[in-house]
């Protein structure tokens, strides 16, 4: 499965050194939002409001690891398994893709 890191026109994401590493890993395809578009990046906005608000600001971690594993939790067995979302039609992210696959099978 391919990546897209998408971001704003932050100089550290704009820099030649980053493009590059960017551009050295083939599975994974830059992003960024158009100049002084702020609505292009809603989603990944909406996403990280929603990290930090509904699992980060609640919790004390005792580690990076610790952090990094209930992000991945929250991530993996709330945010795409049953969380609603609006732009998906108020779908879960699992249910919203497998309508999709469906859909693009038949």
């Given at each position: 499965?391919?990546?897209?890191?998408?971001?704003?026109?932050?100089?550290?994401?704009?820099?030649?050194?980053?493009?590059?590493f960017i551009k050295s890993n083939p599975l994974v395809t830059q992003s960024m939002s158009r100049k002084g578009n702020c609505w292009n990046n809603s989603?990944?906005?909406?996403?990280?409001?929603?990290i930090k608000v509904e699992l980060i600001y609640r919790t004390r971690y005792k580690g990076k690891e610790l952090a990094a594993l209930a992000i991945f939790e929250w991530i993996?067995?709330?945010y795409n398994r049953n969380r609603r979302?609006?732009?998906?039609?108020?779908?879960?992210?699992?249910?919203f893709e497998e309508l999709m696959q469906f859909k693009n099978v038949t």
């Open positions: 499965m391919d990546l897209i890191f998408h971001s704003d026109r932050g100089v550290q994401y704009a820099s030649k050194a980053f493009r590059a989603v990944a906005e909406s996403f990280f409001k929603s993996e067995t709330w979302h609006s732009t998906l039609g108020d779908k879960s992210i699992l249910e």
